[in-house]
């Protein structure tokens, strides 16, 4: 379970998060809502510990990661996956996958990232710039899997990909959570967020709005966008 309280963050004096609190479980779909500069991606690096100016709390299965560093985070099992995917674009499908360290008892096995991802079997030998965005995404997200990342933070994963392949991720996202793992997910795409997603934060101008269940969510979406400006 990842708990996130009181957390506020800066850019100098420039605040962009105010008292921000949210949780997400194990095996659970949690989606940060908000139009552009509400401040989701400063709150994702800031989990992840690559925002240092703030103020807050970060807690992993009660382990305390407020002060910890980005790589320690990751030991915990945190798993950042950014919106330009991270891929080395050098490298072969395979040495991307094998190149991060396991670092957590839930790593999975190659084996199990090339069943759940047979696209990444088939291409394994190829080197990451010849992949389609939606195979470096898929790539990314088994980069962390096979580390042992046991919480996803997913930054716009459906960015510049055609319906299919987002229908493709949604899928995938789906089957990672039934597996245990949990996501939290930034999207622009909110049509894609309330397919998938078991519960949404609404942010605007650094503060959370709004929490509702996904349900709640698909019922009143326009009347929530619009509250949003979105
Ligand atoms: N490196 C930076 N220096 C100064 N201000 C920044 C920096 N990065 C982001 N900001 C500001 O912080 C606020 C929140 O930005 P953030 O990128 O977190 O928003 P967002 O909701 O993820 O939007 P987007 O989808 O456009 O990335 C915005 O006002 C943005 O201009």
Known sequence: MLEVTGMSAWYGEARVLTDVSIEVAPGEVVTLVGRNGAGKTTLLRAVMGLHRQLQGSVVLDGVELTR???DRRARAGLGWVPDDRGIYASLTVAENLLLPPVVHDD???LERVYDFFPVLHERRDFPGTKLSGGEQQMLAMARVLRMGSRLLLL????????PVVVERIGEIIR????AGVGVLLVEQNVRFASTVADRHYLLAQGRVELHVAGEEFRARESELL?????
């Open 68 to 70: 910890a560093s980005a």
């Open 107 to 109: 790593a999975w096995s």
């Open 155 to 162: 930054d716009e994963p459906s960015e510049g990909l055609a």
């Open 175 to 178: 089957a990672i959570t039934a």
């Open 226 to 230: 619009t509250h949003l400006g979105m």
